[in-house]
């Protein structure tokens, strides 16, 4: 009866992540969505809405959760009691960036293991800060986000409600 971890900034969560979600809840009792509070300024959404966006987004995924963290992922893991940590992979530099986060988290946290799950054909290109350029220059994005993402996006560089 395993408890999983998902951590990222989600900024905000598309339908690559919700797609790792979707698999990763097929493997463990429960998968915690952890959305990391960073003060980086390249973030658009803020704490509160990125972790409202993944909540409107995993209210069919019953036994996934969302909370949000500060610090490290593997101090969030222990907290939680989870020992998986789940991540994506896309093809590209995802895999040597897990690689060196992977080898550094291990040192971290011996008993938390790393599974990463291979992002489906459709959502290989996807990503948070691609999605955010194609959104501000009013690109279609319906099928690669949810509609209240969607939404929120609009809102945000648009001003339409
Ligand atoms: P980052 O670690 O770059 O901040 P995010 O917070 O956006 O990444 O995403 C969290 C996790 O989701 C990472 O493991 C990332 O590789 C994965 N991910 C992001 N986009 C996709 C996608 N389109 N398909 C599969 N996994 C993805």
């Given at each position: ?10 900024d ?65 893991a ?10 994506g ?73």
């Amino acid at each position: 009866m395993i408890i999983a971890i998902y951590p990222g900034s989600f900024d905000p969560i598309t339908n690559g992540h919700l797609d790792i979600a979707t698999r990763a809840a097929k493997l463990f009792k429960r998968l915690i969505i952890g959305v990391c509070e960073t003060s980086s300024k390249h973030l658009l959404f803020n704490t509160e809405e990125r972790v409202d966006l993944v909540m409107q987004s995993i209210v069919e995924l019953p036994n996934v959760g969302v909370e949000s963290f500060t610090g490290l992922a593997v101090d969030f893991a222990r907290k939680v009691g989870a020992r998986v940590m789940v991540r994506g992979l896309r093809m590209g530099g995802d895999f040597e960036r897990e690689f060196n986060m992977g080898m550094m988290n291990k040192k971290l946290c011996p008993e938390l293991e790393l599974v990463c799950l291979m992002s489906s054909v459709e959502y290989q290109f996807l990503s948070a800060s691609l999605l955010k350029e194609v959104a501000s220059l009013r690109g279609r994005i319906d099928d690669i986000v949810p509609k209240h993402v969607a939404q929120a996006l609009r809102e945000k560089f648009h001003n339409e409600l």
